[in-house]
């Protein structure tokens, strides 16, 4: 059996949990971790022992990518993973013959790249399967919406409820959140893209005991390829909170006042921008409302339709263990470069997350703890994975 190689494109907290899960399984003989910064990857490599081998790689650099690729099996890209500029990255591992799986989920790099049509007509020829989006959402959400749509006859409605650490505090995220939450949301509505004004639309959602009521705005739908993937679907959106109502409020109060602009400002001749000022303040000392974290925070989809010729809505929801924001991130990812190296696909080409067998993502999500429960129009019951 050949060396399995895998190339891993940032050594990042996303990265970094990455690395942890691929030495963890035999199935990856070697695994080298990249990133611009050597001495964070070399950090990285000495931590995970002899299997892991670190370079130096800036992946806007052709020329570098290229020379890294040889004997590579796989290459999963951890970089953002608010990252606008992938395609051409894309482009260059294709061209190799390599596989290639990332976490992306800005909105505008994931709907360039489904619908560049030379990259699926690359990747078919060169006869390997891409994997864009592959993180938690998208990625493990559009595998839900795939699961649950395939139990009904048709599906007219998908709604995805995502529920956000309020103590995760890192300055990229809050930025990255600013964004999403201060920008027009995209949703696709009777047939149609369409955009509502942001922090316009809300729905207070019931989880189940112990998170309660959960109040969650419309956002960008990260999950572009949803409508293309399920015929005759009439809605799909985007939902999202925080468990604590307080970071709810001030995001929004935020947004509001024009806090989430990147508008660049001159103040004593230094330009910054209110969303780069909010950022840095939101990821200083603890701020909200003083109660505790939920031990975890749920995740749900939402998907209805019609089922034996009745009206039926199926919800899904599951949480990780606490304290991990980075696994489910992860362990998504590892499990694509699995199916990517064994070539466990429907085919080479482009796929959607919700294009793939949802089975190896669920029981790996068990086999780390995740709680599944699944409900429908008639009953509530544990979901059995196997």
């Known amino acids: 059996m050949p060396e399995t190689v895998a190339l891993l494109i940032g050594c990042g907290t996303i990265g970094r949990s990455t690395?942890?899960?691929?030495?963890?399984?035999?199935?990856?003989?070697?695994?080298?971790?990249?990133?611009r910064d050597i001495h964070r990857a070399s950090e990285l490599s000495e931590m995970l022992g002899d299997r892991v081998a670190a370079v130096q790689l800036d992946c806007h650099q052709e020329d570098q990518?290229?020379?890294?690729?040889s004997g590579v099996s796989v290459v999963l890209n951890t970089t953002g993973p608010f990252n606008r500029d992938t395609l051409s990255l894309?482009?260059?591992?294709?061209?190799?013959?390599?596989?290639?799986?990332?976490?992306?989920?800005?909105?505008?790099?994931?709907?360039?790249?489904?619908?560049?049509?030379?990259?699926?007509?690359?990747?078919?020829?060169?006869?390997?399967?891409?994997?864009?989006?592959?993180g938690a959402s998208p990625g493990q959400t559009?595998?839900?919406?795939?699961?649950?749509?395939?139990?009904?006859?048709?599906?007219?409605?998908?709604?995805?409820?995502?529920?956000?650490?309020?103590?995760?505090?890192?300055?990229?995220?809050?930025?990255?959140r600013l964004a999403l939450f201060g920008q027009p949301a995209l949703l696709y509505d009777n047939g149609r893209w369409t955009e509502t004004p942001e922090m316009?639309?809300?729905?207070?959602?019931?989880?189940?005991?112990p998170w309660g009521n959960i109040r969650c705005y419309a956002v960008g739908l990260e999950t572009v390829t949803i409508p293309q993937s399920i015929p005759g679907l009439r809605h799909a959106s985007l939902w999202r909170g925080f468990s604590q109502s307080a970071t709810t409020e001030m995001l929004k109060t935020l947004v509001d006042n024009g806090f989430a602009s990147e508008r660049l400002l001159?103040?004593?001749?230094v330009s910054l921008s209110p969303a780069g000022m909010?950022?840095?303040?939101?990821?200083?000392?603890?701020?909200?409302?003083?109660?505790?974290?939920?031990?975890?925070?749920?995740?749900?989809?939402?998907?209805?339709?019609?089922?034996?010729?009745?009206?039926?809505?199926?919800?899904?929801?599951?949480?990780?263990?606490?304290?991990?924001?980075?696994?489910?991130?992860?362990?998504?990812?590892?499990?694509?470069?699995?199916?990517?190296?064994?070539?466990?696909?429907?085919?080479?080409?482009?796929?959607?997350?919700?294009?793939?067998?949802?089975?190896?993502?669920?029981?790996?999500?068990?086999?780390?703890?995740?709680?599944?429960?699944?409900?429908?129009?008639?009953?509530?019951?544990?979901?059995?994975?196997?």
């Open 278 to 386: 909010s950022a840095a303040v939101l990821a200083g000392p603890q701020m909200g409302d003083g109660s505790a974290e939920p031990a975890r925070l749920p995740r749900q989809v939402r998907v209805k339709g019609m089922r034996a010729g009745h009206p039926t809505e199926l919800t899904m929801t599951y949480s990780f263990p606490p304290g991990d924001v980075a696994l489910a991130t992860a362990s998504c990812l590892v499990v694509g470069a699995r199916l990517l190296v064994s070539r466990e696909l429907p085919g080479p080409g482009v796929m959607p997350p919700e294009a793939l067998d949802p089975a190896p993502f669920m029981w790996d999500m068990e086999s780390r703890g995740v709680h599944f429960k699944l409900e429908d129009s008639a009953s509530t019951r544990i979901w059995p994975l196997r």
């Open 90 to 134: 894309m482009r260059t591992v294709v061209e190799a013959g390599v596989p290639y799986a990332d976490i992306n989920d800005d909105v505008a790099a994931l709907q360039s790249v489904f619908e560049s049509d030379y990259l699926n007509s690359l990747a078919k020829h060169r006869g390997v399967g891409v994997l864009p989006g592959l």
């Open 65 to 69: 990518v290229t020379a890294a690729l």
């Open 266 to 269: 001159n103040v004593d001749g």
């Open 142 to 176: 559009n595998v839900m919406a795939g699961h649950l749509a395939s139990r009904l006859d048709a599906v007219e409605e998908v709604r995805f409820f995502m529920v956000n650490d309020s103590s995760y505090r890192s300055e990229a995220v809050w930025r990255h």
């Open 200 to 209: 316009s639309e809300y729905q207070d959602v019931e989880f189940p005991a």
């Open 19 to 35: 690395a942890r899960l691929m030495v963890e399984d035999p199935r990856f003989h070697r695994i080298i971790v990249a990133d």
